[in-house]
C-alpha cells in the first residue's frame, strides 16, 4: 500500500490540493493509494472543549479565565463554522476565537500558531537546526497524529512537505514509520523539499529514516520511484535524491516534460469533506500548471515548475460536475499561480451552461483581455465572488524593474470592471523593492488609500526568496540559510515596517485591518457580506 499523507498546519477549511492531486494521478495509472489529512485529524482529535483541560491538564491551570473561556467554548466556535446560516459577523468573531485557541494550545509547546502556520520562536537556518528540532522531545505537539498504520511491513509513505515548519515533523513521522515497520519505505515530497534540492544530500546524510525525495511537480518520476521501491524500475530516476544501501544517488535535476496533463486531476477518495470547517463545502482545484508569466524577478514559484502547461479542461469540468452532482460542493477555491482569462471565461461559460450553481474564486494577474466588463459580468454571473491579482507596486519604473510586465492604467480598469460586477477585488502589494525609494512607496500606499475600486489588499516588505532570478543574480550563498525568505541587514527593514504600521492606523484602513487580521483563510470572503469586510464597498 501507498500512504500519501498531507502534514499537518494547513487550513482546516478545505483538504491541500498537493495529495488530492497525486491520489488522482496515482488512480489513473491503476495505482493502489491511500490518503490521510493529519491536519484534519489533528483537529478533529485536539479542537474540541475537553481536550486541553483533560489530557493537558498541567498547561490548562495555569491559564487565565479569558483562555479558560475560549476553550470551553470552542464547540460553539466551530458550530459557527458549519452552518449554511451566514452571519458575517458570527463567522469572523469565530475566525479570531479558532486561532485564539490554537494558539493556547501551541503555546503549550513553546510555539506560536499564526494565520500563516506555526512559528517556533527561533530561527531555522541549518539542516541540524531542523534535526534538533525535530527530534526534540518537547517538541511532540503532534505526536497524538503521527501514527504508523498497523498493516503493510513493505509499505510506501509519501509525506508532502509543503511549508518550511512542516520538516521536523517530517523528518519526525519518518522516525516513527521505519521504527514501526523498519522495511518500509519514506518518501519526501512537495514545494517546500523542492526549494531545498541544494541543501537534499545533507538531508539524506544526515537524517537516515528518509528513503526518497522527489522534486518538482511531475508526479510521473514518483511512479517510477515507487517502482524502483518495489523492484521493478533503474535507481536513474530524473528529479529524485535516493537511498540504495548505504549510497546516495542524486540524479539529473531536468526541467518540466510534456508530460501526460490529462492525469493531473484531483481525487478527495478517502476524505471525508463534511470533516473540513466551512460555511459553503468547499474544495481546491488546478486548471493549469505552474504560472503562464513566470518572469517576475522577485517570485520563486517559476523555479517550482520549470515551465507551464494548461491541463485538460474536460477532464476538470467533468469532476467539477460530478463533485456537484454527487457531493454536493457549493464552493471552489482555484489555487493555480495564475490563470489565463480564456481560461476563466471557459470556466464560467461551462458553470453557466451546466447550471452549476457555486460559488468560486481565483488569483490571476492583470491582462488586457479582462478590460472588457463583459469579461467580469460574466465570471460573476456564474459565481465568481472573489478575483485576486499582484499589482506589487503603483510605480512604472519599479514594475519594470521587477519585470511584471502590467499596464497600471489597465489594472485601473479592470479592477474597476470586477468591483462594479459585484467581485470582491483583492491585490498584493510589497514596499522595499531594491531599485525603490521612499516617494516610490508613498505614491503606492497612496493608491491603496485612495483607489475605490479595491475591496481586500495585502501588503508586505520586498524579500529576496528563495531561487528567485533577484537571488540567484545577487549570488547568495542559499546552501547556508533554509529559510525561504531572506533579508539583508541594510535594506531598512525597520523602517519599511514602521511605514506599514502607520499605515495600517489610518482611519480607513485601521477598521479594514482589524477584520482582515481576523480572517484565517481568504476563502471566506466567498460569502462574507462584503460591506463588512470590504475597504469601499458600500450598499
Partial sequence: MIYLYTLPGVAFNAPNISVPLIKGYLAQNNILSKQIDLSIEFFKKCVNSNYINKKMKNNYMMLDKKDKKIIKNIDKTISIFKTNKINSKKIIAANEDLLKYLNIYSNCFNINW??????????????????????????????????????????????????????????????????????????????????????????????????????????????????????????????????????????????????????????????????????????????????????????????????????????IFMLIKKMYQEHGIEAIYFVDECVPPEILIKVAQFLLDNNIKIKWMVETRIDSKLSDDKVANLLYKSGCREISFGIESYNKKILKDMNKQIDLKVAKKVMKNFYEAGVSVSATFMIGYPTENIFNIIRTLKFIKNFKYIDTFGLGIFSYMRNSKIVNDSKLNEELDLNLIYRKNNDNYNLYNKLIEKFNNLKKIKKFSIIRNKILYRSEYLFLDRNIYSLNYKK
Fill in 114 to 315: 499564526t494565520r500563516k502556520g506555526l512559528d517556533f520562536k527561533l530561527k531555522i537556518n541549518t539542516i541540524d537546526d531542523v534535526l534538533e528540532l525535530a527530534y526534540k522531545n518537547k517538541n511532540n505537539i503532534f505526536d497524538n497524529i503521527l501514527i504508523p498504520p498497523k498493516e503493510g511491513q513493505n509499505s510506501i509513505h509519501y509525506l508532502s512537505v509543503q511549508f518550511p515548519f512542516q520538516l521536523p515533523y517530517a523528518i519526525r513521522f519518518a522516525k516513527k514509520i521505519k521504527n514501526s515497520n523498519p522495511k518500509s519505505k519514506v518518501i519526501f515530497g512537495g514545494d517546500y523539499v523542492t526549494h531545498i534540492v541544494k541543501n537534499s544530500d545533507e538531508l539524506m546524510s544526515k537524517c537516515n529514516y528518509i528513503d526518497g525525495i522527489i522534486f518538482f511537480g511531475e508526479h510521473k518520476h514518483l511512479i517510477e520511484l515507487i517502482d524502483y521501491f518495489n523492484g521493478n524500475y533503474t535507481v536513474n530516476i530524473p528529479n529524485t535524491i535516493i537511498r540504495k544501501n548505504n549510497e546516495i544517488i542524486k540524479n539529473k535535476i531536468v526541467n518540466c516534460t510534456k508530460y501526460k496533463k490529462d492525469l493531473y486531476l484531483p481525487s478527495f477518495d478517502d476524505l471525508n469533506l463534511e470533516d473540513y470547517i466551512s460555511n459553503l463545502k468547499l474544495i481546491p482545484l488546478t486548471l493549469n500548471y505552474g504560472c503562464y508569466h513566470s518572469k517576475c524577478n522577485f517570485c520563486s514559484r517559476y523555479f517550482y515548475y520549470k515551465g507551464y502547461e494548461k491541463y485538460d479542461l474536460d477532464k
